[in-house]
């Protein structure tokens, strides 16, 4: 599975950003991946920010995002989407794209994602 990740940026506090996974694989149980977006601060560990199960759309949102981020899906594209509102400097961090199924991990290239005034 090889995952692209796109749509980082400089934004400032409280605008929208939306954050794309593109997957490509020659596996045809893609559709039974769990697909995430985690994310590494400086000097922090990674961390899971949403999740979202491929074949029925369940989705898990980390507590301190809940209500602002939201992590979506287009099976037909194989994209997986994160779309960020009122962006806060703590979310400033190199985001991740991870596709998992039965143990195996898959990671994307990070996009960086800064928030500043």
């Known amino acids: 599975v090889q995952l692209q990740a796109s749509g980082g940026g400089l934004v400032q506090p409280g605008d929208s950003l939306t954050l794309s996974c593109a997957a490509s694989?020659?596996?045809?149980?893609?559709?039974?991946?769990?697909i995430g977006w985690f994310r590494q601060a400086p000097g922090k560990k990674r961390e899971g920010v949403a999740i979202i199960r491929k074949w029925d759309g369940h989705t898990y949102h980390l507590e301190s995002v809940k209500g602002r981020f939201t992590i979506s899906r287009d099976n037909a594209r194989k994209t997986v989407y994160l779309q960020m509102n009122s962006l806060k400097p703590e979310d400033t961090a190199v985001y991740y794209c991870?596709?998992?199924?039965?143990?195996?991990?898959?990671w994307g290239r990070g996009t960086l994602v800064t928030v500043s005034s």
């Open positions: 991870n596709a998992e199924r039965n143990g195996n991990n898959y």
């Open positions: 694989s020659s596996d045809p149980t893609l559709n039974y991946y769990a």
